[in-house]
């Protein structure tokens, strides 16, 4: 499992058991997504649990709004929207209320839809840099701060898409493993047959020549910044288009779940080193002489020693 | 480079197997009591010159003994930050099961990345030539496990960052 999904699989899985049950049940259930995104989702009405709610809390959806997150979602869901943004009736960023029974023939794609939630809201900044730069024009520094003390930033030019990453790593070993990771991705492109993909280029604690001159940048040790650099060939189709925001949005994610995996995994070599040097270690103890040992029998008795 | 690495073990298990010649000793200022003098340095009678061999500034070991005891003090080679964390988190490892190891000191003497303490209660329990033949295989593997794990850190990168422009299952490149 090398690649991280970008849909909620705590979502898919309640929908789908929902969906498929005989009987309509009553579903409370709370959860967490990456990037400290929460979902809820709950029957509200007792009497009619064929009418199911999900809503979820984004931090940054503010700023998702400005870039046109609002309309990407109508787009997107159509029908199923309820509200987006706090000012309704909920404390929610974005509400969808499906109705079990009112479902379309393809029960999986509406499943795989509203799993989807949390990449759709944050697909809009990469959405409109795409759109600007086919139409020739380049846009603005798009700034999402989707985590405590990370943000990232997209714009578009004439000629492609930079998307740039500032992530913190709150350990000294995770700042060090992370570093030849991303040297690595930085690397990637030597080999031919991904000679096609993005550039990716890493800077360890200055800000890239982009960003030089935006204000709120933190500096510290702590500090990388990662840039990808799009050009129209990658997102020229659909799928394509499709696939690149999905990728480019769990990066961070991916990066330090692959940091974490690392770790644990020196972790158990290290306990497997050290149970080796035990053993040898115990060949250095001499067997205990013939009248001190204790026997055993088969059975598990032990003789007793006069 | 690996002839000097002969040589500098041969010179380490000779020094080791000279300074492990021990013999019980009663502390000569608290009644009753046994320590293990090379730690206490109280009786300055007692104490051997210390020895460093060092194969280059980066690697060296420290042999100090006395009558009742050997602190062996080993300085690990780390060439650049992995190794100096890779090897930090190793001996760490090491250090927090020192009941287990018997002969392992909690903390490294200043400038070492890791210390053992050999009594005459050890020698009198474990042979004196496996405690040496111990001590040196330790060097060797100690050296060989940091590199390993540095080439399959290296190798788990190359793999998570060709794996993100991955196609489908089937492995196939998204562009190209």
């Known amino acids: ?306 | 480079m690996s002839n000097t690495l002969k040589t500098y073990i041969a010179a380490v298990r000779a020094t080791l197997t000279a300074a492990m010649c021990l013999e019980n000793f009663a502390s000569q200022h608290v009644e009753r009591h046994n320590k293990p003098e090379v730690e206490a340095r109280a009786t300055p009678e007692v104490l051997l010159a210390p020895v460093v061999i060092s194969r280059n500034e980066n690697e060296k070991v420290l042999i100090e003994g006395s009558i009742n005891s050997v602190r062996v003090s080993i300085k690990i080679k780390q060439a650049d930050e992995i190794e100096r964390i890779l090897c930090h988190k190793f001996t760490r490892f090491m250090m927090m099961r020192a009941e287990n190891f018997v002969i392992l000191r909690r903390k490294p003497v200043e400038g070492y990345d890791i210390s053992f303490l050999i009594t005459n209660f050890h020698t009198e329990q474990m042979y004196k030539h496996k405690l040496v033949d111990f001590i040196i295989q330790f060097m060797e593997e100690v050296d060989k496990e940091i590199s390993e794990m540095k080439i399959s850190l290296n190798a788990r990168a190359r793999i998570v960052a060709e794996s993100v422009w991955r196609n489908d299952l089937a492995g196939r490149f998204r562009f190209g």
Not at chain 1, 5 to 20: G, H, M, P, V
Not at chain 1, 25 to 50: C, L, M, Q, S, W
Not at chain 1, 151 to 180: L, N, W, Y
Not at chain 1, 239 to 244: G, K, S, T, V, Y
Request: glycine share 4%; charged share 30%.
């Open chain 1, 1 to 306: 499992m090398i690649l991280l999904d970008s849909y909620n699989k705590i979502i898919e899985s309640t929908l789908r058991d929902a969906f498929e049950s005989e009987q309509p049940e009553t579903i409370n259930v709370t959860a967490a997504d990456f990037d400290g995104v929460t979902y809820t989702i709950v029957t509200p009405d007792k009497t009619r649990p064929n009418e199911i709610v999900v809503s979820m809390h984004m931090g940054c959806y503010p700023e998702l709004q400005r870039y046109g997150a609002d309309d990407m979602l109508r787009k997107e869901y159509d029908s199923l929207l309820h509200s987006v943004g706090s000012g309704g009736d909920s404390s929610a960023d974005v509400v969808l209320k499906i109705d079990s029974k009112a479902l379309p023939e393809d029960k999986e794609s509406v499943v795989k839809k509203v799993a989807h939630l949390k990449r759709n809201a944050l697909a809009a900044p990469f959405e409109r840099a795409f759109n600007a730069q086919i139409a020739g024009e380049s846009s603005e520094l798009m700034t999402v701060n989707y985590r405590d003390e990370e943000i990232f930033f997209v714009q578009a030019q004439a000629d492609r898409v930079t998307v740039i990453f500032s992530t913190t790593f709150k350990d000294e070993t995770d700042r060090i493993f992370g570093k030849v990771f991303l040297q690595e991705f930085v690397d990637a492109r030597r080999q031919p047959s991904i000679q096609n993909a993005p550039q990716v280029l890493y800077s360890p604690r200055e800000p890239p020549l982009e960003l030089r001159g935006v204000a709120g940048l933190r500096d510290s040790e702590n500090i990388a910044y990662v840039t990808f650099v799009l050009f129209p060939r990658h997102f020229a189709t659909e799928e394509l288009r499709r696939d690149a925001i999905s990728r480019i949005q769990m990066f961070r994610d991916y990066l330090h779940y692959h940091i974490k995996c690392s770790k644990a995994y020196m972790h158990s070599r290290m306990r497997a080193r050290v149970d080796s040097f035990l053993k040898v270690l115990n060949r250095a103890k001499p067997e205990k002489p013939d009248d001190q040992k204790e026997k055993k029998t088969a059975s598990g008795r032990t003789f007793k020693m006069r």
